[in-house]
């Protein structure tokens, strides 16, 4: 009869250990998509969409290629694909493609001159997750 009871409140304990730490992660998800919108980083929405919860390996997080970028930064000294660029310039801007070429290859070019700053959106997330 003990063992019983033990067994079902250790599997009942590891539900309820499970279901907090879904809606701790749900809430990372939308508080780091909140964060990147408060440092002005969403055009497109495709970075904010990519943030979700990875269940089997436990992480909150991105797949998408550059979000490193909008985390750390990126150091000066190395060109980034004109064409993200381009499409960045069309949708924030609301430019026809012509022009929109032109204002990529400016910005890429300061890319390359000054780097990007990091927003540590993720580590300020977090902070204010842990600290209020």
Excluded: C
Excluded at 46 to 54: E, H, K, Q, T, Y
């Amino acid at each position: 009869m003990w063992y019983e009871l033990s067994i079902n409140n250790e599997l009942q304990r590891k539900e309820l250990v499970g279901e907090i730490v879904q809606d701790v992660a749900r809430k990372l998800v939308t508080n780091l998509q909140k964060e990147l919108s408060l440092e002005d980083k969403v055009v497109s929405g495709l970075m904010l969409d990519s943030l979700d919860w990875f269940p089997k390996d436990k992480v909150v997080g991105s797949q998408k290629e550059g979000m490193d970028n909008i985390e750390y930064g990126r150091l000066a000294g190395s060109h980034v694909p004109l064409k993200p660029l381009k499409e960045w310039a069309m949708k924030k801007f609301n430019l026809e493609e012509g022009v929109a070429w032109g204002v990529a290859k400016k910005v890429e070019k300061q890319i390359f001159e000054n780097g990007i700053p990091m927003t540590r959106f993720a580590k300020i997330t977090l902070e204010k997750m842990v600290h209020g």
